[in-house]
């Protein structure tokens, strides 16, 4: 007796075609073991990618009328969903009955080492207003061109390196400290905290670009680095100010702890997600994900929070507003 050929049964394709779609929940679905493994991790990195995968996968099993695992993606999706939405949200408004000093402004920009349209980049900060701006991936190159800012910048300290790992702090505010900090000896990547004074009141700004985890090496580097900065913030009695390329997102749990130990907050709330890697191609748009980041402490008040643009990088640089909340009495 010959067996009836269903391949080509409507059966067989709605039930082909449902499981090719709960596949692209996979990797949503790992992201909740971020924690036990570094691969899992990366998996956290994708939510705004995650959102519009799987509001097209339950639209279709819908039109397929498969219930059971519309329900599925329809939780991995609202469990994404809250996970981005509270960043445009509305900003939080500023406490009228504490005073604060005037506006300043910080940049945070891995411009790229291998950048070399180096007008455009010394041009954008020349013109930038900023108070303090931090430069990750700082070789000999960029150290030679950043000379050109000394007029405008009188102050300024770093390390250049070969590798992707120079930074540097660039400022119109006196340093009353600077410290070049390694958080581990293995790793050996600097990260740079001054102290600098604003109508009266001190604070810290502190710039860092732990490794990438593009393996269990890096990622361990990664993870330390953070650790050991956010235990080292969380002594400080001091308003705080850290950025950079962290290498990481919002929604890492990694990320999370920093926030939790340092005792900072994250300022894209009531900005946007707003992603700033990898921009050196057009093709890339949908990988882009929000590495760099500016954190603070509770009292720092955000006035905006934007993102410029590439300027030959592979990174958009992080445009922080922001006011310090004053001293009783001053």
Same mark, same amino acid.
């Given at each position: 007796?010959? +067996?009836?050929?269903?391949?080509?049964?409507?059966?067989?394709?709605?039930?082909?075609?449902?499981?090719?779609?709960?596949?692209?929940?996979?990797?949503?679905?790992?992201?909740?073991?971020?924690?036990?493994?570094?691969?899992?991790?990366?998996?956290?990195?994708?939510?705004?990618?995650?959102?519009?995968?799987?509001?097209?996968?339950?639209?279709?099993?819908?039109?397929?009328?498969?219930?059971?695992?519309?329900?599925?993606?329809?939780?991995?999706? #609202?469990?994404?969903?809250?996970?981005?939405?509270?960043?445009?949200?509305?900003?939080?408004?500023?406490?009228?009955?504490?005073?604060?000093?005037?506006?300043?402004?910080?940049?945070?920009?891995?411009?790229?080492?291998?950048?070399?349209?180096?007008?455009?980049?010394?041009?954008?900060?020349?013109?930038?207003?900023?108070?303090?701006?931090?430069?990750?991936? #700082?070789?000999?190159?960029?150290? +030679?061109?950043?000379?050109?800012?000394?007029?405008?910048?009188?102050?300024?300290?770093?390390?250049?390196?070969?590798?992707?790992?120079?930074?540097?702090?660039?400022?119109?505010?006196?340093?009353? +400290?600077?410290?070049?900090?390694?958080?581990?000896?293995?790793?050996?990547?600097?990260?740079?905290?001054?102290?600098?004074?604003?109508?009266?009141?001190?604070?810290?700004?502190?710039?860092?670009?732990?490794?990438?985890?593009?393996?269990?090496?890096?990622?361990?580097?990664?993870?330390?680095?953070?650790?050991?900065?956010?235990?080292? #913030? +969380?002594?400080?009695?001091?308003?705080?100010?850290?950025?950079?390329?962290?290498?990481?997102?919002?929604?890492?749990?990694?990320?999370?702890?920093?926030?939790?130990?340092?005792?900072?907050?994250?300022?894209?709330?009531?900005?946007?997600?707003?992603?700033?890697?990898?921009?050196?191609?057009?093709?890339?748009?949908?990988?882009? #994900?929000?590495?760099?980041?500016?954190?603070?402490?509770?009292?720092?008040?955000?006035?905006?929070?934007?993102?410029?643009?590439?300027?030959?990088?592979?990174?958009?640089?992080?445009?922080?507003?922001?006011?310090?909340?004053?001293?009783?009495?001053?």
């Amino acid at each position: 007796m010959e +067996k009836l050929d269903t391949s080509s049964s409507p059966a067989y394709w709605k039930k082909a075609l449902t499981r090719l779609v709960l596949l692209t929940s996979l990797p949503p679905a790992i992201s909740f073991f971020a924690s036990l493994w570094w691969l899992f991790d990366l998996s956290t990195h994708f939510r705004i990618q995650y959102v519009c995968v799987l509001s097209g996968a339950l639209l279709i099993l819908m039109a397929l009328k498969s219930w059971k695992s519309s329900l599925w993606i329809a939780a991995l999706l #609202i469990f994404n969903l809250s996970m981005v939405l509270p960043f445009y949200g509305q900003p939080q408004k500023k406490n009228e009955a504490k005073e604060y000093t005037t506006s300043l402004k910080l940049i945070a920009y891995n411009l790229y080492s291998g950048n070399r349209q180096k007008e455009k980049v010394i041009e954008f900060l020349q013109q930038s207003k900023a108070e303090v701006i931090f430069l990750q991936e #700082i070789d000999r190159f960029w150290e +030679k061109q950043l000379e050109s800012l000394k007029e405008t910048y009188p102050y300024s300290f770093g390390v250049a390196r070969s590798d992707n790992f120079g930074i540097y702090c660039l400022s119109k505010l006196s340093f009353q +400290k600077k410290e070049i900090f390694y958080a581990s000896e293995e790793a050996y990547v600097p990260t740079l905290i001054a102290e600098v004074e604003h109508e009266g009141v001190s604070f810290l700004v502190v710039g860092t670009h732990p490794t990438p985890p593009v393996s269990a090496k890096y990622s361990f580097w990664r993870n330390e680095q953070l650790q050991v900065l956010a235990k080292k #913030i +969380k002594d400080f009695s001091k308003p705080v100010v850290l950025a950079g390329d962290l290498n990481v997102t919002s929604w890492s749990p990694h990320f999370q702890k920093l926030l939790q130990v340092a005792q900072l907050k994250d300022t894209r709330y009531g900005y946007g997600v707003q992603n700033t890697w990898p921009y050196r191609s057009r093709k890339t748009f949908i990988i882009r #994900i929000p590495i760099d980041h500016c954190l603070v402490s509770s009292d720092i008040w955000i006035e905006n929070r934007t993102i410029g643009s590439s300027m030959g990088s592979d990174h958009r640089p992080v445009i922080l507003d922001f006011c310090l909340k004053k001293a009783p009495g001053k």
